[in-house]
């Protein structure tokens, strides 16, 4: 048995089945911060119905795989938001809704909101529009799916091997730094 | 007696009661009325207008930073039910040395109030007591609420941005080129 698994050819196979398990079966984290909230109920009932794509909502943080950022992020949610995705499973993956997260959209000039939510957290997707509607969420999901299958969603990985960097820039912003060490 | 309303009853009232200690006191408009009063008198005042002539409910109290005349305006937002009348009460606070007195014992939900203009402004209430944190927190710069606050400055030092946001075009410029159309005087003020 154990040199089958060692077999490269028979890694890459299992590789594909973890991608295929993964992929289609996404657990939302229930979180909401800003407006963007107020287009999940839509996506996730009879309308839209984004549970036949294999999208669901989690009640914890612990056995959920998606962080949605829904839109403007005050530096006070920023602290809730990186103690809630420390806390999720890996493998684990985020998607920045609105202009917001891209670019601080139509509160880039206030002094409490973030304006690149890629430099805290590790972004998989962005979704861009102010709000984007449920269409367009589920085109986000969409994407995010295709690139778990051919394992390109790697923003978990990229926030451990980086996680200096992301840390320099989050206490930058949160002076009185009183946080659990990130240790999984 | 019988012809004046009640909003012209209640400045004759508050007149004779306070005589010099009401600076001013007009009625705005039907169902408002506008009293000015120093800081001495602010407390009686309340008290006055909430015992006896109903004034029960304490809707906001609100800040106006006066910059240029180096003054804080409190502007206490109270509610008479029956008669549905608002009564707006305003002091004035030195800029300088900014220190209110505190009303929470009249109305126990002025502590919020209160509170959140300490923070958001930088005034002091006499005695006031809870956390110094309400909404901000970790906050170790000016109070944001003043007008003195370089909030643009504050952003451009604490926050990156996304390379693109500085060539932004405005969009009806863009239409307007498309399909030839000119963009009417009074929309161009509003053009970056």
Redesign the interface.
């Known amino acids: 048995m154990n040199y089958v698994l060692n077999d490269r050819e028979s890694s890459k196979i299992i590789e594909f089945i973890k991608n295929f398990a993964r992929k289609n079966s996404l657990w939302i984290a229930a979180y909401g911060t800003g407006c963007g909230a107020i287009e999940i109920p839509p996506t996730m009932t009879s309308r839209y119905d984004a549970e036949r794509l294999s999208i669901r909502g989690a009640a914890t943080p612990r056995q959920a795989d998606v962080l949605l950022i829904t839109g403007y992020l005050a530096?006070?949610t920023l602290?809730r938001v990186i103690r809630t995705y420390e806390q999720m499973q890996d493998p684990k993956y985020v998607i920045g809704f609105g202009s917001c997260t891209?670019?601080?959209g139509m509160y880039?000039?206030?002094?409490?909101t973030?304006?690149?939510l890629g430099?805290y957290i590790p972004v998989d997707v962005y979704i861009n529009g102010c709000m984007p509607r449920p269409e367009a969420v589920i085109a986000g999901f969409a994407k995010l799916q295709e690139m778990i299958g051919k394992g390109e969603a790697n923003g978990w990985k990229h926030y451990k091997e980086n996680l200096e960097w992301y840390r320099q820039n989050q206490q930058?912003?949160?002076?009185?730094w009183k946080m659990p060490d990130f240790n999984w | 007696m019988a012809d004046l309303n009640f909003e012209n009853k209640l400045i004759i009232d508050i007149q004779e009661h306070f005589r010099e200690n009401i600076i001013a006191a007009k009625v705005k408009r039907q169902k408002r009325v506008e009293i000015r009063t120093n800081r001495e008198s602010i407390e009686s005042v309340l008290l006055y207008l909430k015992e006896k002539q109903g004034f029960i409910h304490l809707a906001h109290i609100s800040c106006v930073d006066w910059m240029e005349e180096n003054r804080f305006e409190l502007v206490f937002i109270l509610w008479q039910p029956q008669e549905k009348i608002n009564v707006l009460v305003k002091i004035d606070v030195n800029r300088l040395n900014p220190v209110a007195p505190n009303i929470d014992y009249i109305w126990s939900q002025a502590n919020t109030y209160e509170r959140e203009i300490r923070e958001m402004f930088g005034i002091e209430f006499e005695g006031l007591v809870g956390r110094r944190e309400l909404?901000?927190?970790?906050w170790?710069d000016m109070p944001?609420m003043r007008r003195d606050?370089d909030?643009?400055q504050?952003?451009m030092d604490?926050?990156?941005?996304?390379s693109?946001?500085e060539d932004a075009q405005d969009v009806r410029e863009t239409i307007a080129k498309r399909t030839g159309e000119e963009i009417p005087e009074i929309a161009k003020k509003y053009s970056r």
Do not use: A, C, H, M
């Open positions: 530096v006070k602290k891209i670019n601080g880039w000039d206030s002094y409490n973030i304006k690149q430099l930058r912003l949160i002076k009185n | 909404i901000l927190e970790d170790d944001p606050f909030t643009l504050y952003v604490n926050y990156k941005f996304r693109g946001r």
